[in-house]
C-alpha cells in the first residue's frame, strides 16, 4: 500500500508540477539523491488514501460477523431442510398406505389419459371442439404423484366424458365453422364438413387437421374426388356419395401424390412432347381425311348409278368426263384415257396416307429413343450419386417408361386410323375401275 500511496504521489507531483524539475537530467539527479520535493496535492492524496484504508478495515470487519451470521443461519435451515424431508416422507408414505385401492384407479386413469391426449391432438373432432382435454396434464401430473392435491371425481368423469364423445362423434357427419388455413398461406373462417373421424371437407376441397388446426392440403385429389367432396358439403338432409377414407388420411395421401394426366405427360419430357404433339397432328390428318374419304365414297355412289350424266364434282365423273369429251371408236385409245384418268383420281385418294403410315412406324422408334435416353440419365445418376436413393432415378426411370407408353398411345391408334382411310381410299379406286371396265365392255360390245 506504501509503495502504491508514495508511486501515485510521485505521479501526482510530475504532472501537478513539473516546474521544479528544470531539465530530465535534474530531474533524474534529484530522484538518485532522494531530494524529490513532495507537493501540497501529492500529500492531500496520500492522507485520503491512509484515511480510506482505515474505513475499509472496519467494513471487512463487519462484513466477516456478517457471513458468521449467515453461515450459522444456513446450518440451521440444512437441519430444518433434512427434518422436513423426512417428515415428507413419511407423510407421503402414509398417503400411499391410505390410498389403498386408488393407487389401481390413478393407474387406470393415467393410462387412459395418456392415451386419449396423444388421440385427441390428431383426431379431426378437436377441430370442431377445441380444447378438449386441456385439464389432462394436470389430472397426469396429480395421478403420477408428482403433485401433492389429489385428482377429484370431477376430473376424472370429465376424462370419461371426453373419451365417450369421441365415440360418439365417429358416427356423425357434423358442419361447423373452423379457422382454416388457405394453400395461399392465409387463414380465414370457412364452413367446414366433418365425417366421423375420417375425413374433413371444404366446399370442394379436402382438409386436414394436425397441431396447426385445420389446413387445406396443398394438393387435391383427382376432379372426382373433388366432386364427391363439394356434393357433400352442399347437401341438405340428403345422402350423397363421398370416399370415405378409413385409414384417417393414408389413402387421401395416396390419392394426392397420385400423379394426373398432365404430371405423366410432363414425365416424358421432350421427347415425349414431340412424339404427343406428331401423333394428335396425324390424328386430326386421319380423321379429316377419313371424313373426306366418306364424302368421296358417297358422291362417287351416287354417280355410278347415273353414269349418262358425269358430273366434275366426283373422281368417276371426271373419269367418265374424260371419255366423254373425248370420245373415240378404237378400244385401246379408250382404256388408256381412262386409265390416264384414274391415275389422275389416285393421288388425291391417297393423300397423307403415307405420312400417317410413317407416323405409325417412328412414333414407338421415338418412344424407344426416350427410353435409351431416359436410361442414360438413370445410369449417370446411379454413376454420381449411387443407388442407395431411389429418388434421385426416378427422374430418367420416368422419362423413359412414359416415353415408351406415349410412343405406344400415338402408334396403336394412327395404325387404326391409316387403315381405316386406306380402306376407303382403294373402295373407292375399285369403283373407279369397275366402272372403267364397264365402259370398255360396253364399246366393245357396242
Not at 197 to 206: E, I, M, P, S, Y
Request: charged share 20%; proline share 3%.
Amino acid at each position: 500500500m506504501k509503495r502504491f500511496i508514495t508511486a501515485v504521489a510521485l505521479a501526482a507531483t510530475l504532472s501537478i508540477a513539473p516546474a521544479h524539475a528544470q531539465t530530465v537530467d535534474q530531474l533524474l539527479a534529484q530522484v538518485k539523491n532522494g531530494t524529490l520535493q513532495k507537493s501540497k496535492a501529492a500529500v492531500d492524496l496520500e492522507n485520503r488514501f491512509r484515511s480510506a484504508g482505515a474505513g475499509k478495515a472496519t467494513i471487512v470487519a463487519k462484513l466477516r460477523s456478517d457471513r458468521a451470521a449467515l453461515e450459522a443461519r444456513s446450518d440451521a435451515l440444512e437441519v430444518q431442510y433434512a427434518n422436513n424431508n423426512e417428515a415428507l416422507d413419511a407423510l407421503r408414505n402414509q398417503r400411499q398406505s391410505s390410498l389403498g385401492d386408488l393407487k389401481d384407479l390413478f393407474g387406470s386413469v393415467q393410462q387412459i389419459v395418456g392415451e386419449a391426449q396423444a388421440n385427441f391432438e390428431t383426431s379431426i373432432v378437436s377441430a370442431q371442439f377445441p380444447g378438449r382435454g386441456a385439464n389432462f396434464a394436470e389430472i397426469t401430473k396429480k395421478v403420477s404423484n408428482q403433485s401433492n392435491d389429489l385428482v377429484t371425481a370431477a376430473e376424472i368423469e370429465s376424462v370419461w366424458k371426453a373419451v365417450f364423445n369421441e365415440m360418439a362423434q365417429q358416427g356423425k357427419v357434423a358442419k361447423f365453422e373452423a379457422d382454416v388455413a388457405t394453400a395461399g398461406g392465409a387463414r380465414e373462417k370457412q364452413q367446414v364438413v366433418r365425417v366421423g373421424v375420417f375425413n374433413l371437407a371444404g366446399d370442394g376441397k379436402f382438409l386436414t387437421y394436425g397441431k396447426g388446426g385445420v389446413a387445406e392440403l396443398p394438393r387435391q385429389p383427382d376432379g372426382r374426388y373433388l366432386s364427391q367432396a363439394s356434393d357433400l358439403f352442399n347437401a341438405s338432409g340428403e345422402g350423397a356419395n363421398f370416399a370415405l377414407d378409413p385409414t384417417r388420411g393414408t389413402l387421401l395421401a395416396a390419392a394426392v401424390e397420385n400423379p394426373s394426366l398432365m404430371d405423366r405427360v410432363n414425365q416424358g419430357g421432350p421427347v415425349g412432347y414431340i412424339i404427343l404433339t406428331i401423333g394428335a397432328l396425324a390424328a386430326v390428318i386421319a380423321i379429316f381425311k377419313i371424313i373426306t374419304l366418306f364424302g368421296v365414297s358417297a358422291a362417287v355412289n351416287k354417280q355410278a348409278k347415273n353414269p349418262g350424266s358425269p358430273s366434275a364434282k366426283n373422281p368417276l365423273g371426271r373419269v367418265l368426263k374424260a371419255v366423254q369429251d373425248s370420245p373415240s371408236k378404237d378400244t385401246e385409245a379408250m382404256e388408256l384415257r381412262l386409265s390416264e384418268a384414274i391415275m389422275k383420281e389416285t393421288p388425291k385418294l391417297t393423300s397423307w396416307l403415307m405420312f400417317l403410315k410413317i407416323v405409325s412406324v417412328v412414333a414407338p422408334l421415338a418412344g424407344l429413343l426416350g427410353t435409351v435416353l431416359g436410361m442414360i440419365e438413370t445410369f449417370q445418376s446411379i454413376t454420381l450419386f449411387g443407388a442407395g436413393d431411389p429418388k434421385l432415378m426416378a427422374g430418367g426411370i420416368s422419362q423413359a417408361l412414359v416415353t415408351t407408353v406415349c410412343g405406344l398411345v400415338v402408334a396403336i391408334p394412327i395404325v387404326l386410323l391409316h387403315t381405316a382411310a386406306a380402306s376407303k381410299a382403294k373402295r373407292v379406286e375399285e369403283i373407279l375401275e369397275e366402272q372403267s371396265a364397264g365402259m370398255v365392255a360396253r364399246q366393245i360390245e357396242g
